[in-house]
């Protein structure tokens, strides 16, 4: 399940001050934004300090992947730590930032037993915004780039001046007791990369103007990670979130969406490497492409009444296993169950299964196992054993078919013996 990692705010700096991907000429002067409770204020023409850019680390190293897409996403993020001068601060542009949050501070209507907001977020104290508890600022513009409130115990509204951090890269309210409408003032935030609003009781029925989880979020060009797991959200699961080039992780477990999923669930260009829509209402069939989506490490679909698409047609609603089987089969072959030689009885599935049998390496890519560059038998070797764990995965009874957790424990096995088999053959 993705969950929030509440050590995010210790990640360590990058060491030094390259430039991180967002620039402040990719936007239009913040004057132009939409200010709520107060007067604009001109953009600060500086190096913008907001998130790292992130490369996703690749699936087949055979470690759990959800920890390992998680902890790598985070800590690419590396938020820069703030300074403590606070000479630079220009003026106008930070005091928008305080108001907001000042704003922000009058909509928590309790503190629970966690008061420190209130004795620190305030303009009677010597301390300027960016050494309030949970803000990051940037190291040069001095603006606020980060809100990090998670398991605060705080009970309120989102106000519409958060819509005013026009620096924000990172919004982080996760596990409080927020609850209402998200407003719509929100996206303005086009700087946002990362948003964890889970764990929260927003409920009811998404906001018309919404559209399924806001479609204002298109213009965030920038965004990264969405979670909004268990935060009570209902309606209709939103297709756009699919369409959204720099989306990299979609984490909506734990809700109450409906729908289905979109026959398209990554198209050209696409950078989602993580989906989590585990525990919601979502119905019919898994889209039969789905093993086309190379960037995609992880698929978390269960406890759902979602359905298989199969060449049979659908079989059965326990999915994951069975979707992750045929991909396997479509990785090592380098062919689609859709593929021109599958007709009259032959399948994906039998064709594999029959190789297993009479001639494995016809049924291998041959990129895989070229002669030229040794190690043939041990690649076949491992490659067989691939393909025995997705016949294993895709059973046509899903009470024949090997829970995900079984699935690790032989990946991993499969990967020693692949390890120890080149060793002993001489790399």
């Not at 513009?141 to 809100?147: D, F, N």
């Not at 406890?303 to 049979?312: P, Q």
Request: charged letters at 20%; proline letters at 5%.
């Amino acid at each position: 399940m993705f969950k929030h990692d509440d050590s995010f705010s210790s990640v360590e700096p990058a060491a030094d001050e390259a430039e991180d991907g967002i620039r402040d000429d990719e936007f239009e002067d913040d004057s132009q934004a939409n200010v709520v409770g107060g007067n604009s204020s001109k953009a600060v023409q500086m190096e913008d300090d907001g998130v790292k850019d992130m490369e996703p680390d690749q699936l087949m190293d055979f470690k759990c992947p959800v920890l390992m897409l998680w902890s790598r996403l985070i800590w690419n993020l590396g938020f820069e730590a703030t300074p403590s001068l606070a000479t630079r601060l220009p003026p106008l542009d930070i005091s928008t930032d305080q108001s907001s949050l000042l704003a922000f501070k009058t909509y928590i209507t309790n503190f629970n037993t966690n008061r420190i907001l209130v004795s620190n977020w305030t303009t009677t104290t010597p301390s300027s915004v960016c050494d309030w508890v949970g803000i990051t600022c940037g190291k040069h513009h001095r603006r606020v780039v980060a809100l990090n409130l998670p398991s605060m115990g705080l009970i309120g509204t989102i106000p519409p001046h958060l819509g005013n951090l026009s620096f924000l890269a990172q919004l982080i309210i996760a596990n409080n007791s927020f609850y209402g409408d998200l407003p719509k003032e929100l996206a303005n935030l086009r700087r946002l990369q990362y948003i964890d609003l889970g764990q929260n009781n927003f409920g009811g029925p998404i906001p018309p103007w919404l559209g399924g989880i806001p479609n204002e979020f298109v213009n965030l060009v920038n965004l990264k990670i969405l979670s909004l797991q268990s935060a009570r959200l209902t309606g209709l699961l939103p297709h756009f979130l699919f369409n959204m080039s720099s989306l990299q992780v979609i984490s909506v477990n734990e809700n109450n969406f409906s729908g289905s999923l979109p026959r398209n669930i990554c198209p050209h260009g696409s950078a989602l490497v993580g989906i989590y829509f585990l525990r919601n209402q979502l119905t019919g069939g898994i889209p039969f492409d789905i093993g086309n989506c190379t960037s995609i490490q992880v698929i978390e679909l269960s406890e759902n009444n979602l359905t298989e698409y199969g060449r049979e047609g659908l079989l059965s609603k326990r999915c994951d296993v069975y979707s992750f089987g045929i991909m396997l089969m479509e990785i090592f072959t380098r062919k689609k169950p859709t593929d021109e030689m599958f007709n009259a009885g032959l399948s994906l599935k039998s064709w594999v299964s029959e190789s297993i049998v009479n001639d494995v390496i016809q049924a291998i890519d041959s990129n895989l196992v070229r002669q030229e560059e040794g190690h043939v038998t041990v690649k076949v070797k491992c490659v067989s054993s691939i393909y025995e764990l997705a016949l294993k995965c895709s059973a046509e009874s899903p009470e024949e078919r090997i829970n995900m957790k079984d699935v690790l424990v032989l990946l991993k096995k499969i990967r020693l013996e692949f390890l120890a088999n080149l060793s002993c053959s001489g790399t």
